[in-house]
């Protein structure tokens, strides 16, 4: 039996060990160029996002359309009215000659070919889409050239300018007056939305904002699990293949070195997110200021940042105990490669959900998977803004907390078996190894 | 009390037996040899000592503690196959390894700082390790394991990848620390090594203890050879007294032939010569060959299954 001085004594020295291990993790990749990549890579993708519509649409201004109505459709107005406003969706342009000439689709369209392939005949446009209605007002034809086979935006606007021209050219058919046909055209509800969930009932911005927060908290775990333990498999790699882990646990226990080298890489996260953190925080305090306070508030809706902390913590160690073990086995990356492949559509299936646990939290299948471990500290971060009942978010995290207890001690029996072992990885050592009963 | 005792201890990983039915103890202060052929279970055998792995069977005692890992800041450990981070400077490795053995940041650059200058590293102390040469990795590494001034040392076979200089070098650490009061555990499979070194021996072949003793015990268990050089005739020689075979060697000179006579266990090297002598036979030239722990080991380890060390 140890006295409890030599048990404080022992606490003290097991806690420096974990300190000493988890701090040369932080610092050897604090010294690489990587970190420093990852650490700006995010505000950089943040603004490239922001930025993009505007940019493409610089890239790709608008294009060039001409309608050609073979048989007095009266469409034509309608979808020039569609295309224009604020920023016009293309740029309408008069049809060349032969096109307007024409008797038939086909030879309108055969007229217009030219024009869409290529450089255009000399002295005409060169257009990017045409459109050419037969028929009649109440029937539309419409014959849709494109340059490009997949844009399917302009297509769509130009049919349902050409479908609106049809409903009022039959409603003026029945016999309704045409200002009342142009009144019901621009008929329209005015839509308010109420939710119980809402602050004031009428859902605002803010009210979505936690659950915008929590979907992004979980983006937030994806990429610390994506990252950190890519980082973690790669150390212990190195140590295994160096030799240093056998070294390593001779003056560290297998949960000192563990908990050590997972600590530090989750310190590396950590540094990483709470960058971006700080950089979002400026970039918002900056850009509209009264929304700091919303954030800030969002943040602590349903004890949202309270929970997402346990489900963050419980998720990240359970998938790091799992990378450390696999590193544990490897001596070249290659090796881990063939175990990495399941377990990152493991943790890829979660975010396939995320979506629809952000639209609709309390879907069945929502409820069931996010008590699902694997799948918990995921969709739960989603799910929490929303205000699940007490009972699921609680058993979700009991759940979650044994299963992690689990992992942790069987992967930290694979570990030690792992550091110690030498040849390939195979199937059968990995199974020794979590059964304890490989070394 | 001893440094070390092992007592039945025995490791199977399956239906293999790495180690059986191994006893020994070593004392304090002593420089003990772990002998034995690749694969005869010496770092199966170290590994339990550390308690990397746990033994299947018997009991192990570290300084004085039975339980495993309690002893860990008092031992100091090099493994047969060695590296450290490329990225660290050897005195960051020595602080880094000395600190998990409890050794304060400043003790610990301190006194790496005078063993790394006293191993003629001072240079290279502020080098990244993989800008280092092989020889010069190896010495941080051994520095690493000995700047906590462990108690109990145990060497994975601490020669192997050393040019002769740095093995000599290597020798004189070992006999420094012995001095001043460590004991000293290493494995090896070379024996010129051991036979400098140590004071006992273990000898293990195929997962078991063929021997257990001093220098002079082992190589008692090896036959004295008598080398004798003339215009012999095999068969005349084959009926000396005590012989337990005779063995022509390559090669004659100026009409001599030389013949190695192997004497039986207790066979005494005086009466065979005074035997020949008697006989009169052509001897120009004769030489006592006492064994070496080599030939001990071959003896040894030759009834278990192994030919060459």
């Given at each position: 039996m140890m006295?409890?001085?030599?048990?404080?004594?022992?606490?003290?020295?097991?806690?420096?060990?974990?300190?000493?291990?988890?701090?040369?993790?932080?610092?050897?990749?604090?010294?690489?160029?990587?970190?420093?990549?990852?650490?700006?890579?995010?505000?950089?993708?943040?603004?490239?996002?922001?930025?993009?519509?505007?940019?493409?649409?610089?890239?790709?201004?608008?294009?060039?359309?001409?309608?050609?109505?073979?048989?007095?459709?009266?469409?034509?107005?309608?979808?020039?009215?569609?295309?224009g406003g604020r920023k016009p969706l293309a740029i309408l342009v008069r049809p060349p000659a032969a096109a307007a000439q024409?008797?038939?689709?086909?030879?309108?369209?055969?007229?217009?070919?030219?024009?869409?392939?290529?450089?255009?005949?000399?002295?005409?446009?060169?257009?990017?889409?045409?459109?050419?209605?037969?028929?009649?007002?109440?029937?539309?034809?419409?014959?849709?050239?494109?340059?490009?086979?997949?844009d399917s935006d302009l297509q769509m606007v130009v049919r349902g300018a050409a479908a609106q021209s049809m409903q009022q050219a039959r409603l003026r058919a029945a016999g309704l007056a045409p200002q009342l046909v142009a009144q019901l055209s621009t008929a329209a509800p005015a839509v308010h939305s109420y939710s119980p969930r809402a602050a004031r009932g009428q859902v605002s911005m803010k009210d979505r904002l936690p659950s915008l927060l929590g979907l992004g908290l979980?983006?937030?775990?994806?990429?610390?699990?994506?990252?950190?333990?890519?980082?973690?498999?790669?150390?212990?790699?190195?140590?295994?293949?160096?030799?240093?882990?056998?070294?390593?646990?001779?003056?560290?226990?297998?949960?000192?070195?563990l908990g050590g080298k997972i600590l530090g890489v989750a310190g590396v996260s950590a540094f990483i997110i709470a960058?971006?953190?700080?950089?979002?925080?400026?970039?918002?305090?900056?850009?509209?200021?009264?929304?700091?306070?919303?954030?800030?508030?969002?943040?602590?809706?349903?004890?949202?940042?309270?929970?997402?902390?346990?489900?963050?913590?419980?998720?990240?160690?359970?998938?790091?105990?799992?990378?450390?073990?696999?590193?544990?086995?490897?001596?070249?990356?290659?090796?881990?490669?063939?175990?990495?492949?399941?377990?990152?559509?493991?943790?890829?299936?979660?975010?396939?959900?995320l979506t629809l646990a952000l639209e609709h939290p309390d879907a069945p299948?929502?409820?069931?998977?996010?008590?699902?471990?694997?799948?918990?500290?995921?969709?739960?971060?989603?799910?929490?803004?929303?205000?699940?009942?007490?009972?699921?978010?609680?058993?979700?995290?009991?759940?979650?907390?044994?299963?992690?207890?689990?992992?942790?001690?069987?992967?930290?029996?694979?570990?030690?078996?792992?550091?110690?072992?030498?040849?390939?990885?195979?199937?059968?050592?990995?199974?020794?190894?979590?059964?304890?009963?490989?070394? | 009390m001893s440094a070390l005792e092992l007592d039945g201890v025995g490791k199977r990983y399956g239906d293999f037996h790495a180690v059986r039915d191994l006893s020994f103890k070593v004392e304090p202060g002593s420089i003990f040899g772990f002998?034995?052929?690749?694969?005869?279970?010496?770092?199966?055998?170290?590994?339990?000592?550390?308690?990397?792995?746990?033994?299947?069977?018997?009991?192990?005692?570290?300084?004085?503690?039975?339980?495993?890992?309690?002893?860990?800041?008092?031992?100091?450990?090099?493994?047969?196959?060695r590296g450290l981070y490329r990225l660290m400077t050897p005195l960051d490795a020595v602080v880094f390894f000395a600190g998990l053995k409890g050794?304060?940041?400043?003790?610990?650059?301190?006194?790496?700082?005078?063993?790394?200058?006293?191993?003629?590293?001072?240079?290279?102390?502020?080098?990244?390790?993989?800008?280092?040469?092989?020889?010069?990795?190896?010495?941080?590494?051994?520095?690493?394991?000995?700047?906590?001034?462990?108690?109990?040392?145990?060497?994975?076979?601490?020669?192997?990848?050393?040019d002769p200089v740095n093995q000599q070098g290597l020798e004189g650490l070992i006999r420094d620390l012995a001095r001043r009061g460590a004991t000293v555990i290493f494995s090896t499979h070379v024996m010129a090594h051991a036979e400098r070194l140590c004071e006992r021996i273990v000898l293990m072949a195929q997962g078991r203890k063929v021997f257990d003793g001093t220098m002079a015990e082992a190589r008692a268990a090896a036959p004295t050879r008598l080398v004798l050089e003339g215009a012999l005739d095999p068969s005349s020689l084959a009926t000396l007294p005590g012989l337990a075979s005779v063995d022509r060697q390559d090669g004659v000179v100026d009409g001599a032939s030389l013949y190695t006579l192997t004497l039986t266990p207790g066979g005494s090297a005086q009466a065979v010569l005074k035997a020949a002598l008697q006989r009169?036979?052509?001897?120009?030239?004769?030489?006592?060959?006492?064994?070496?722990l080599h030939d001990a080991f071959i003896v040894l380890t030759k009834a278990h299954g192994h030919d060459e060390p």
């Amino acid at each position: 039996m140890m006295s409890p001085d030599m048990v404080s004594t022992n606490m003290a020295a097991s806690l420096n060990r974990l300190r000493l291990i988890a701090t040369r993790e932080f610092l050897s990749y604090l010294r690489t160029p990587g970190f420093w990549l990852s650490l700006m890579i995010g505000p950089i993708a943040a603004s490239f996002g922001a930025m993009a519509p505007a940019m493409m649409h610089q890239a790709a201004p608008a294009p060039v359309l001409t309608v050609v109505d073979l048989s007095d459709t009266g469409a034509a107005p309608a979808i020039a009215a569609a295309l224009g406003g604020r920023k016009p969706l293309a740029i309408l342009v008069r049809p060349p000659a032969a096109a307007a000439q024409a008797t038939s689709a086909a030879e309108a369209g055969g007229a217009l070919r030219p024009y869409l392939s290529g450089d255009p005949p000399a002295g005409g446009p060169r257009l990017d889409a045409a459109a050419i209605l037969s028929g009649s007002p109440e029937a539309i034809v419409v014959d849709f050239w494109s340059r490009d086979i997949n844009d399917s935006d302009l297509q769509m606007v130009v049919r349902g300018a050409a479908a609106q021209s049809m409903q009022q050219a039959r409603l003026r058919a029945a016999g309704l007056a045409p200002q009342l046909v142009a009144q019901l055209s621009t008929a329209a509800p005015a839509v308010h939305s109420y939710s119980p969930r809402a602050a004031r009932g009428q859902v605002s911005m803010k009210d979505r904002l936690p659950s915008l927060l929590g979907l992004g908290l979980a983006f937030v775990l994806f990429f610390a699990i994506f990252t950190g333990a890519g980082i973690l498999l790669n150390s212990v790699i190195e140590e295994k293949s160096s030799r240093i882990l056998e070294v390593l646990l001779s003056s560290a226990t297998v949960p000192e070195l563990l908990g050590g080298k997972i600590l530090g890489v989750a310190g590396v996260s950590a540094f990483i997110i709470a960058g971006w953190g700080a950089m979002g925080l400026l970039a918002l305090q900056r850009a509209a200021p009264e929304m700091v306070a919303e954030v800030g508030s969002a943040l602590m809706t349903h004890g949202l940042v309270v929970w997402f902390a346990f489900f963050f913590v419980l998720g990240y160690l359970m998938y790091a105990s799992v990378f450390a073990a696999i590193g544990a086995f490897c001596e070249t990356v290659r090796e881990a490669q063939t175990l990495l492949g399941p377990i990152m559509i493991l943790i890829s299936l979660p975010v396939m959900f995320l979506t629809l646990a952000l639209e609709h939290p309390d879907a069945p299948l929502i409820v069931v998977l996010s008590l699902v471990p694997p799948f918990t500290p995921f969709l739960m971060t989603a799910r929490l803004a929303a205000g699940p009942p007490l009972w699921q978010t609680l058993g979700a995290l009991v759940l979650m907390a044994a299963t992690t207890t689990a992992v942790v001690w069987l992967c930290a029996r694979a570990f030690r078996a792992g550091a110690l072992s030498t040849g390939k990885l195979d199937l059968k050592r990995l199974a020794l190894g979590l059964l304890g009963r490989a070394g | 009390m001893s440094a070390l005792e092992l007592d039945g201890v025995g490791k199977r990983y399956g239906d293999f037996h790495a180690v059986r039915d191994l006893s020994f103890k070593v004392e304090p202060g002593s420089i003990f040899g772990f002998l034995g052929p690749n694969g005869a279970g010496k770092t199966s055998t170290l590994r339990m000592v550390l308690g990397l792995i746990p033994p299947t069977t018997g009991r192990i005692s570290v300084l004085g503690s039975s339980r495993p890992g309690v002893s860990l800041d008092r031992i100091g450990f090099l493994p047969e196959e060695r590296g450290l981070y490329r990225l660290m400077t050897p005195l960051d490795a020595v602080v880094f390894f000395a600190g998990l053995k409890g050794v304060s940041a400043s003790v610990a650059r301190k006194r790496g700082r005078a063993m790394l200058e006293a191993q003629g590293l001072g240079e290279a102390i502020g080098r990244p390790m993989k800008a280092l040469s092989k020889g010069m990795a190896q010495k941080v590494q051994l520095i690493c394991a000995l700047a906590h001034e462990p108690e109990l040392v145990i060497l994975d076979e601490p020669f192997s990848g050393l040019d002769p200089v740095n093995q000599q070098g290597l020798e004189g650490l070992i006999r420094d620390l012995a001095r001043r009061g460590a004991t000293v555990i290493f494995s090896t499979h070379v024996m010129a090594h051991a036979e400098r070194l140590c004071e006992r021996i273990v000898l293990m072949a195929q997962g078991r203890k063929v021997f257990d003793g001093t220098m002079a015990e082992a190589r008692a268990a090896a036959p004295t050879r008598l080398v004798l050089e003339g215009a012999l005739d095999p068969s005349s020689l084959a009926t000396l007294p005590g012989l337990a075979s005779v063995d022509r060697q390559d090669g004659v000179v100026d009409g001599a032939s030389l013949y190695t006579l192997t004497l039986t266990p207790g066979g005494s090297a005086q009466a065979v010569l005074k035997a020949a002598l008697q006989r009169d036979l052509d001897i120009s030239q004769f030489r006592l060959e006492t064994p070496t722990l080599h030939d001990a080991f071959i003896v040894l380890t030759k009834a278990h299954g192994h030919d060459e060390p």
